[in-house]
């Protein structure tokens, strides 16, 4: 007798407790970010396209990824689940050049912005692998599986912001600049320099790096959405006290399980703007991945358009 009403208590509580976790978030998830678990129309439509790059593999290319599938991920981004490549058609991935194919070592992600020109993190161009030549990176687009099929590209040139300060993460962006047009993949809308998000805005962040705080890649492309936080709560003395500049925005859940982490650095954080998905953040750093009140922090898009616009225009 007691048991059960322990146990019906019990039950009480996690539905309320339920109930409140998810009351702050609109309910309907963005397009871009929707579960390839859950049947929903498209579904359909995406496997026809994996199974396609399954088909156009090479033997070597398919070997490479089974010895991938060997250790499949514990988790899923963080908290998260797979996208379809189709709903992030501008999602690419960053891969050392010096690796070969069929293998691809993946290290970052980005965005395609033109048709030549991919938006990343100034982060993931300096530093060992890439040394801002390059020569040393190539970009993987149109597949939901970094590791096979879509196209690779080579970079013709790097152009990482000016004002980048590696010890504060200020200004962590940069643009690749490719030897040849995109083919299997399109533009996303940027972030304007009037275009403001507000706290609580829903956003999504995609992927193939970490599953969990020190954990491995993945090999499917993974999103989670996350609200956005105000920086106000983000420089709090429990959060980053005062680290948060004004080229940065910060996305999760004060609770943490929800994140970005290591290897999605350079990737996009996107949400709706006037309909239309739109870039406003690139995955920067975080204390950890998805720790209780250690946000994500991104490079915020919209202060740095007019650097944008001008690197890319004229030239392509
Ligand atoms: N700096 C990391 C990278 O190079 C990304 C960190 C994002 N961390 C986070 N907790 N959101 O891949």
Redesign the pocket.
Known sequence: MKRVSIAAYFGIALGLMLSLTTAGYPQSPLDQCKSLDEPTPGVAAASSRSLQAFQEATPEALRAFRELNRNPPMGRIVGGHPVAIEKNFWQIAMVRASVAEPTRSQF?GGSIIGDTWILTAA??VRNAIVREDPRRVDVIAGTSQYAIGGERLKVSAIHTHPQYNQSTMDHDFALLRLQSPVTKGKVIELAKETTSVSEGTTACVTGW?ATFEGGSGAIDLLGVELPIVSTEVCNRPESYGGDVTATMMCAGRREGGV???????GGPLSTLVGGRPTLIGV????E??ARRLKY??YSRVSTVALWIASTTTGSR
């Open positions: 970052c982060h993931c790096g994140d970005s982490c290591q290897g999605d650095s995955v920067s750093w975080g950890g991945c994500g922090i």
